[in-house]
T-cell receptor, first 112, second 114 residues
Framework: QQPVQSPQAVILREGEDAVINCSSS?????VHWYRQKHGEAPVFLMI?????EQKGHDKISASFNEKKQQSSLYLTASQLSYSGTYFC?????????????FGTGTSLTVIP | DGGITQSPKYLFRKEGQNVTLSCEQN?????MYWYRQDPGQGLRLIYY???????QKGDIAEGYSVSREKKESFPLTVTSAQKNPTAFYLC?????????????FGPGTRLLVL
């Protein structure tokens, strides 16, 4: 049920780009992305709805491919402040109603 | 300021002891959630509540209990039946319980077993 994220960990130099993927085995209605700094609570980044939507904020954007049951988070020209663990949250359809799950997480470290 | 508060920040439990983690929100949100996070791992849902006096089990509810007597409060009790309780516990809330709703998280409680 838990969506799988890849890669598990990535190290970038400042200014480099990264892509984080989130894949589910279930049909998805929506995907959320969160970032968690070490020892802190997750912070919401964005929500994407089914329909192949793409969203962006500053240099962080995401896409949602409903047919492939996948979402990708794109970090462009990374900054030191981007370091943290990124989680996708997926809402999928089940027989008993929609269920929400967080992904396995991707640790991203940006170095000078 | 609106937000979610969790207390205590650190909690120590002795073997065979029940402990209760507090979660309060003043955001007027209907839905509240409890997650457990183990080191280097994602968030796993323990319980969630869509409305006062109603709650449902998540993926790992065994050894835990909750109550939702007030809209703003959703305490989690870690019972002695939970054999491996050491983890970071996060409480969250959202306006509704649908997937369109952003979840806002509290600062978390770190539970350690003595």
């Amino acid at each position: 049920q838990q969506p799988v994220q890849s890669p598990q960990a990535v190290i970038l130099r400042e200014g480099e780009d990264a892509v984080i993927n989130c894949s589910s085995s279930k049909a998805l209605y929506s995907v959320h992305w969160y970032r968690q700094k070490h020892g802190e609570a997750p912070v919401f980044l964005m929500i994407l709805l089914k329909g192949g939507e793409q969203k962006g904020h500053d240099k962080i954007s995401a896409s949602f491919n409903e047919k492939k049951q996948q979402s990708s988070l794109y970090l462009t020209a990374s900054q030191l402040s981007y370091s943290g663990t990124y989680f996708c949250g997926t809402e999928g359809y089940t027989n008993t109603g929609n269920q929400f799950y967080f992904g396995t997480g991707t640790s991203l470290t940006v170095i000078p | 300021d609106g937000g979610i508060t969790q207390s205590p920040k650190y909690l120590f439990r002795k073997e065979g002891q029940n402990v209760t983690l507090s979660c309060e929100q003043n955001l007027n949100h209907d839905a509240m959630y409890w997650y457990r996070q183990d080191p280097g791992q994602g968030l796993r849902l323990i319980y969630y509540s869509q409305i006062v006096n109603d709650f449902q089990k998540g993926d790992i509810a065994e050894g835990y209990s909750v109550s939702r007597e007030k809209k703003e409060s959703f305490p989690l009790t870690v019972t002695s039946a939970q054999k491996n309780p050491t983890a970071f516990y996060l409480c969250a809330s959202s306006i509704g319980s649908g997937g369109l709703e952003t979840q806002y998280f509290g600062p978390g409680t770190r539970l350690l077993v003595l």
